[in-house]
């Protein structure tokens, strides 16, 4: 009878609706979830809208861990064994609507209900995944691949629906921080994506799927990536070399060397 009730457990429902131990919250852009330093007793779902995860530190510089979206759990690190504090700030991109669930209410869920539990597991897998990717696009590519991705992750590329997407609102020094480059690279980077069709700006940002070539393909050459060099003292004077050559001879004809 226990197992033909928990086969019923519909994970859609719980996420979608309040209840005992949940409830729907709505925030407005730039509202916080939580701040960094509260303590970490709620896991947010979130329903609507963008949000994003940021971290202070202690001589006040603040820098932007990741983007979050529809699907996405929010504060699940209040569910260790032993409650502590938030280690960021989570704050609306956008209108957000999310469903706030007690730490109680999310233990007690997942150990009742097999289907949620696998939900949640494969979510944390996923997360993980995605933040092995960061590591390595932080180590490893170009501040300019950097940047094609985080647009194709804010467009939301690769998950069912429209392909071609705006992004939410976001700015120059967000972007800059998430990559590790400075206001001004992102900058110059952005108007040659636009330059070369692979994104759309007035007055919102649409990716489009054409970018994927800079991440996959990596059809943009790397030395378009970097600021123009000075061409070479060798290649500068390569025309003139000949008429060197030919004055110095006719001056060692004439004094004998």
Do not use: W
Not at 122 to 137: C, E, G, I, P, Y
Not at 176 to 183: L, N, P
């Amino acid at each position: 009878m226990k197992n033909r009730e928990t086969a019923k457990f519909d994970c859609a429902a719980f996420l979608a609706n309040a209840g005992l131990g949940r409830k729907i919250v709505e925030l407005e852009p730039k509202e916080t979830f939580f701040s960094q330093g509260d303590e970490a007793n709620t896991v947010f779902y979130l329903q609507t809208g963008r949000a994003k995860l940021t971290v202070v530190s202690p001589n006040g510089k603040e820098a932007t861990i990741t983007l979050l979206s529809v699907g996405d759990f929010v504060g699940e690190e209040s569910l260790a064994s032993v409650p502590g504090v938030r280690l960021a700030t989570a704050s609306a991109v956008n209108n957000c609507t999310a469903l706030k669930i007690t730490r109680e209410e999310m233990a007690r869920v997942m150990h009742d209900e097999p289907r949620f539990a696998d939900f949640f597991l494969k979510f944390m897998l996923a997360r993980s995944m995605r933040t092995q990717a960061d590591l390595v696009d932080q180590l490893f590519n170009s501040s300019e691949k950097r940047l094609a991705r985080i647009l194709l992750i804010m467009a939301e590329f690769g998950k069912p629906g429209e392909r071609d997407t705006f992004i939410p609102p976001i700015s120059q020094e967000t972007l800059a921080e998430m990559i590790g480059t400075t206001r001004s690279r992102v900058s110059f980077f952005m108007n040659r994506f636009r330059t070369l069709g692979y994104i759309n700006y007035n007055g919102r940002i649409q990716v489009n799927k054409s970018l994927l070539n800079v991440v996959l393909l990596d059809q943009l050459p790397d030395h378009n990536s970097k600021r123009p060099l000075l061409p070479s003292i060798k290649a500068i004077l390569k025309p003139v070399i000949p008429l060197v050559e030919a004055f110095k001879r006719k001056v060692a004809a004439v004094t004998g060397d």
